[in-house]
């Protein structure tokens, strides 16, 4: 009996070392001891006149599902949220895909490139949709992932989280991948208020150019490089 215990109790953590943890999608942080630490941090002021700052971003996956999160300072109801994610070859630089003033301008390096996944929602109405570039549109309008499951964001919180099926990402084969979560409003005039890692945001309610998801193209700029993750 005892060496049946001590074999459960092994193997038990054996799993929990094989996997992250697995969060609760409710619009909850539910801890670094889930979550593990931030891939990413922020402490650059978003938009002054959002008022909003995403602070940091969450990775994490288990068997099934990866899981991504975002700490957000000032988040209100009214405003729309973004994760952009690279997890494969191909994927596409184009504008926001709720045509906010904001274009994808994720740099290639290596096996990555262009995000082909955005999961894009509502803070306050319990809408989110997840797109996927299909190699020449983005899919997904008109269906609604949090009413699977699938994500959750809670403005009294500061907290947005979702999942993606590792079936549905079918990462690249080194099974890294990047993402960057960003911030915008309820209007297609509006710009990027913040996002995390930190790319400028705009400085007006109606930017006259869009501001780039991105990083600086010089080479020395480049230790806040969008965050990278590994499935495992
Ligand atoms: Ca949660
Ligand atoms: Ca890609």
């Known amino acids: ?10 193997c038990a953590v054996a799993s929990s070392l094989a ?6 999608i409710d619009g909850t942080f539910d801890g ?14 978003g938009f002054s006149g959002a008022g909003a700052t995403a602070t940091a971003l969450y990775v994490t996956d288990d068997s099934n599902y990866v899981y991504f999160g975002a700490q957000v300072s000032g988040l209100a109801g009214w405003m729309s949220f973004g994760f952009a994610i690279d997890a494969r070859s191909g994927g596409s630089n184009s504008q926001d ?6 274009n994808f301008a994720f740099p290639s390096a290596g096996d990555f490139d262009a995000p082909e996944f955005v999961v894009r929602g509502n803070v306050n109405n319990s ?8 190699g ?6 008109g269906t609604n992932i949090n009413l699977s499951g699938d994500a959750a964001a809670n403005a009294s919180n500061g907290f947005v989280e979702c999942r993606i099926a590792k079936s549905v990402l079918n990462m690249r084969s080194s099974k890294q991948g990047r993402v960057e979560f960003y911030l915008s409003g309820d209007q297609n005039a509006h710009g990027l208020f913040t996002s995390v890692p ?4 705009c400085t ?27 499935v495992e």
């Open 97 to 102: 895909t709720w045509a906010r003033q904001i």
């Open 19 to 24: 996997f992250g943890g697995t969060p609760t």
């Open 1 to 10: 009996m005892r060496k049946l215990t001590l074999c459960a109790t092994i």
């Open 32 to 45: 670094e001891s889930v979550w593990g630490s931030a891939v990413a941090t922020n402490s650059n002021p």
């Open 198 to 201: 930190y790319d400028t945001p």
């Open 204 to 230: 007006d309610w109606n930017p006259s150019t869009p501001q780039q998801l991105t990083n600086p193209a010089s080479p020395v700029m480049l230790p806040v490089s969008l965050s990278s993750f590994a």
């Open 127 to 134: 809408w989110t949709e997840r797109h996927e570039w299909t």
């Open 136 to 141: 020449s549109s983005w899919t997904g309008f």
